[in-house]
């Protein structure tokens, strides 16, 4: 298990990252979700609150050039279920959820991003929530040899206290920008929503991060609690 502060610090972009696991104590299913840019209308952006979820939108409208990549739902709830992705698949998991299906369905229908030549991954996170537990599964879609499609799916069904998972899109900088390798990364979690939240953001390279949501939702009550940072506006939420 890595420190996360240690593990993000040392990448200067990871581009975007889902972070999934146990508070330290047992008591919290935790989800956190960044996003990072480099060009201006990746960085011209927020995370605003939406039916339980979040959405991404324009901080400056006049701005935004083309929104199809950047501009979507990361964060959405259905039933016991929270999806938590980094582009519109975020939807489909929810359609696919809905009409009884599955996430690893909903998963098989897309393919990575079609951003030559980053052909950046897509990740895809489900947090399933039980009385007094959780589960939960991480996904990666990316392109291979020949733009051939990779799809990886991790599952965890019995959260250990105190360690997460983690998956981004991006190994580190570079042009094109090379795709995360290799199975999701082992971290540390905490108990306090707060200083967690603060642990991650400030790790986040200072220069490329845009925005961070974090929720830890009480496996005993249901009761959920949500930080969201965002860099446009040093909104704290």
């Not at 229908?109 to 007094?132: H, W």
């Not at 570079?174 to 603060?198: A, Q, R």
Request: proline share 4%; net charge neutral.
């Amino acid at each position: 298990m890595e420190q996360i502060s240690s593990y993000l610090g040392g990448n200067s972009y990871p581009g975007r990252g889902i972070l999934i696991g146990k508070s330290r104590d047992g008591r919290f299913a935790v989800i956190a979700y960044f996003i990072m840019g480099r060009s201006e209308n990746s960085r011209n952006r927020i995370f605003v609150r939406v039916n339980g979820g979040i959405k991404t939108q324009a901080y400056e409208q006049h701005k935004l050039k083309d929104p199809s990549l950047v501009i979507y739902s990361p964060v959405r709830v259905y039933e016991n279920s929270i999806i938590v992705t980094n582009g519109d698949q975020t939807d489909t998991v929810y359609e696919y959820l809905r009409s009884g299906k599955s996430f690893e369905d909903a998963i098989r229908t897309r393919v990575f991003e079609p951003d030559a030549p980053n052909y950046t991954p897509r990740i895809s996170g489900l947090v399933t929530l039980f009385e007094k537990s959780f589960s939960y599964k991480l996904s990666i879609i990316k392109s291979g040899d020949e733009l051939t499609c990779h799809r990886f799916f991790y599952e965890y069904s019995n959260p250990v206290n105190g360690i997460g998972h983690i998956i981004h899109t991006y190994q580190g900088d570079g042009d094109p920008i090379p795709s995360f390798c290799g199975d999701p990364k082992c971290v540390n979690v905490e108990n306090d929503i707060d200083l967690y939240t603060k642990t991650i953001w400030s790790s986040l390279n200072a220069e490329n991060k845009v925005s961070l949501f974090v929720r830890y939702v009480d496996t005993l009550t249901g009761i959920s609690d949500t930080r969201i940072v965002n860099k446009n506006g040093c909104r704290v939420e």
